[in-house]
């Protein structure tokens, strides 16, 4: 069956149609080939990036499915309040979001001074708590939805060079299970998802800058019980299940798709 009948509903396999979901980070790497994947299932994706996700947009268009990029500085308030106005007027009321967007901000710590430390916790976990507090009232009126926030398996790791990340990503696990006791209540679950290691334009301009050796990648894949480095589609599955129905008794989890880098805690 074709991308277009599934864009159109009439594929058994439409199990996102009818639903908006937010993807934050959407222009690149992870955020692009989740709202692909979003789409692919039939739901009309808002694509939101510090930039418009214009190549986004068209893959999504040309494989027959529905895409509004918007752009919002996703750690601004204020910016975060505009967005939902826009994406109520754009498309209506939000059932899904994937708080993705995120920044590496690695450092050496002696040379990680306060204002490196808020630019990352600020991306990367007062954005998640702002979208979830602003889009889950679209969620509680209508007592369905769901929360995806990105976390990272290096969390678990001896990584070097990167305390304010590890400190935003370990953050995200208390927001996260936080999140899911006050929302449960309303039809609302909210999870966590970690990859390990993927290739992504994140990891290029980190290695380009020196914060990362060059290789990297092919040592920590070895780690993997799939020894293969991941690919921003080896994660789009698990945050499907996340943000659809059969994933509805599933919250406060903290999910892995990672090639088994960590193991059963
Ligand atoms: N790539 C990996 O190996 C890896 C591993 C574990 C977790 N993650 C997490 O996955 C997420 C996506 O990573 P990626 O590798 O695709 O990164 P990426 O840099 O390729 O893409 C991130 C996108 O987020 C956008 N963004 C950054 N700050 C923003 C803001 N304040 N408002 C709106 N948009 C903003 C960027 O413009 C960019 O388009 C991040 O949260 C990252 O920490 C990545």
Redesign the pocket.
Known sequence: MSEESVAAGTAPWATHLGRVAVV?????????AIARGLARRGATVVA????A?ERTRQEIEEAGGSCVPLT?????PAAVRALHEAVLSACGPTDILVN?????GMAKLEDVDFARWRRVL???LD?HFLMSSAFAADMREREWGRIVN?????IYTNTRDMTP?LAS?AGILGLTSGLANDLASYGITVNAV??????????D?TVADGSMPPGIDALLADEQAIKRV?T?EDIVGTVLFLTGDDSAFVTAKFIAADGGYTRIY
Do not use: C, Q
Request: charge should be negative.
């Open positions: 934050t980070g959407a222009a690149r790497g992870l955020g692009a939101v990036d510090l930039t996700a919002a500085d996703v750690s601004d993705n967007a995120g920044i590496a600020s991306t990367n954005s990105m976390s990272s398996s290096a990340y990503k970690s990859p390990a290691f993927t290739r992504t334009p994140l990891i301009e991941a921003p």
